[in-house]
């Protein structure tokens, strides 16, 4: 009892492990994955009490209340409507036990303690969130400039000095296109699936 109090106290029994591909049918978060829609693990991280799942559509966290509660809460975070920012590594001083990654998706900010011994596995991971981090960023700007590239069309459209016939004909023409390009640029720069990037950085 004094051994797991003190345990507890120091945050050792909260220090994650990584699960290997081998295991992934073992654990809840895999009960929730969408394979219907070909979504797939690339990366776990079990605590005693939570889950936390990279698959290559989302981030799948299995929130555990403590490790005595068998209760759970699934919280999903899919990365088109969660952007990952302020990825962070920390790793283990002399007496340190655990490494630590840390994230923001959308709002919610997440700090994952894990076996130091596993340092080099959290490096691929590390690296993958940081890629998809910059990715999205920059998709997000391609795609801001592509609608503000719209939007002055159109003004340029309601400002020419042409007969008003003429000028809802082809407002209405810019309109249908504009719509088939707004709808081609955010398939391009809203990405959904990012596993060829847990690939590329996942050394399974």
């Given at each position: 009892?004094?051994?797991?109090?003190a345990s507890d106290a120091?945050?050792?029994?909260?220090?994650?492990k990584i699960?290997?591909p081998e295991?992934?049918?073992k654990t809840?978060?895999?009960d929730y994955?969408?394979h219907e829609d070909?979504?797939?693990?690339y990366f776990l991280?079990?605590?005693k009490a939570?889950?936390?799942?990279?698959t290559?559509?989302a981030?799948?966290?299995?929130d555990?209340?403590n490790a005595?509660?068998?209760?759970?809460?699934?919280?999903?975070?899919?990365?088109?409507?969660?952007?990952?920012?302020?990825v962070?590594?920390?790793t283990?001083g002399r007496?340190?036990?655990?490494?630590?990654i840390?994230?923001?998706?959308g709002?919610?900010?997440?700090?994952i303690?894990v076996?130091?011994?596993?340092l080099?596995?959290?490096?691929d991971l590390?690296?993958?969130?940081v890629?998809?981090?910059?990715?999205?960023?920059?998709?997000s700007?391609?795609?801001?400039m592509?609608t503000q590239s719209?939007d002055?069309?159109v003004?340029?459209l309601?400002?020419s000095?042409?007969?008003?016939?003429?000028?809802a004909?082809?407002?209405?023409q810019l309109?249908?296109?504009g719509?088939s390009w707004l709808k081609?640029?955010?398939e391009?720069?809203?990405?959904k699936d990012?596993g060829?990037?847990f690939?590329?950085y996942?050394?399974?």
């Amino acid at each position: 009892m004094l051994k797991k109090f003190a345990s507890d106290a120091l945050g050792l029994s909260d220090i994650g492990k990584i699960i290997g591909p081998e295991d992934y049918d073992k654990t809840d978060a895999d009960d929730y994955i969408r394979h219907e829609d070909n979504e797939k693990i690339y990366f776990l991280i079990k605590t005693k009490a939570d889950e936390y799942c990279f698959t290559n559509i989302a981030f799948i966290h299995v929130d555990g209340e403590n490790a005595v509660s068998s209760k759970r809460i699934l919280k999903r975070y899919p990365y088109t409507q969660y952007k990952i920012s302020n990825v962070l590594l920390e790793t283990a001083g002399r007496v340190d036990l655990d490494i630590e990654i840390k994230f923001t998706l959308g709002n919610q900010s997440y700090s994952i303690d894990v076996d130091k011994r596993q340092l080099d596995k959290l490096n691929d991971l590390y690296k993958a969130l940081v890629y998809i981090s910059e990715e999205i960023h920059e998709n997000s700007i391609m795609y801001n400039m592509a609608t503000q590239s719209l939007d002055k069309a159109v003004a340029v459209l309601q400002n020419s000095k042409i007969e008003e016939a003429q000028i809802a004909d082809q407002y209405k023409q810019l309109t249908e296109f504009g719509f088939s390009w707004l709808k081609s640029a955010r398939e391009q720069y809203h990405e959904k699936d990012f596993g060829s990037v847990f690939e590329k950085y996942i050394n399974n």
